[in-house]
């Protein structure tokens, strides 16, 4: 009796907490910033969930991005002062390197993140752009936009627009709402604010934000 009480009140408890994660993931999806901070944390000090320091920094780098001080600050200082953490970092780049050598395409796209915020090894955005460009080669959408971010920061639109336009016809909405940027500005593109209006929208009816943002704004 006491055992079968003790599995129930084990599987109630998990049941709970898989709940709150899955709340958590879907509010952070919908862009409420304390829900993401929230998460991120669970991950990094894995708590709740399985520590994933990979996970815990996508989570927090968009805390950070969204420019909530305090919570970043939060976050900067669990990198600085918890020994998981920061060990979990150092443990994924092994991981991550041989996932990508052995032709597993997460592993190439979390590698390539890495390398890309330097965490746990020095950044190189060469090698990340690198680790991105095989993942993006097997079809991992993400990982093509990631590409073709790290192209944008140089200033090689060239570049970025056929990683962009690939995902964004792969319905990959972040990419959509990047293209749409470029022919709203004419990067390696002809100006033309009504091809950046239709992207926008297909970027805003897949609920990326700040697609909707933009064809909000050129909406009468």
């Not at 052995?102 to 915020?117: H, I």
């Amino acid at each position: 009796m006491i055992k079968t009480l003790c599995i129930l009140l084990l599987f109630f408890s998990i049941h709970l907490h898989a709940n709150k994660v899955n709340q958590l993931q879907t509010k952070c999806n919908q862009n409420d910033i304390k829900a993401c901070f929230e998460l991120g944390t669970m991950y990094g000090y894995g708590h709740i969930v399985k520590q994933d320091s990979i996970e815990a920094f996508y989570l927090l780098d968009k805390v950070c991005q969204n420019k909530y001080a305090k919570q970043c600050q939060m976050f900067k200082l669990l990198y600085k002062t918890n020994d998981v953490f920061k060990q979990g970092v150092v443990n994924d780049v092994q991981k991550y390197q041989k996932l990508c050598d052995d032709d597993v395409m997460d592993g190439c796209s979390n590698l390539g993140y890495l390398y890309k915020k330097g965490l746990g090894i020095k950044k190189d955005l060469t090698k990340a752009q690198q680790a991105y460009h095989k993942a993006c080669l097997s079809s991992d959408m993400e990982a093509c936009t990631l590409e073709g971010d790290i192209f944008i920061d140089q200033r090689d639109y060239a570049k970025a627009f056929p990683l962009y336009k690939k995902a964004c016809d792969a319905n990959h909405f972040r990419a959509c709402t990047y293209l749409g940027y470029m022919y709203a500005m004419g990067q390696s593109v002809e100006s033309n604010d009504q091809k950046a209006k239709i992207l926008w929208k297909k970027a805003c009816d897949g609920e990326d934000e700040l697609g909707c943002q933009e064809y909000k704004r050129l909406s009468p």
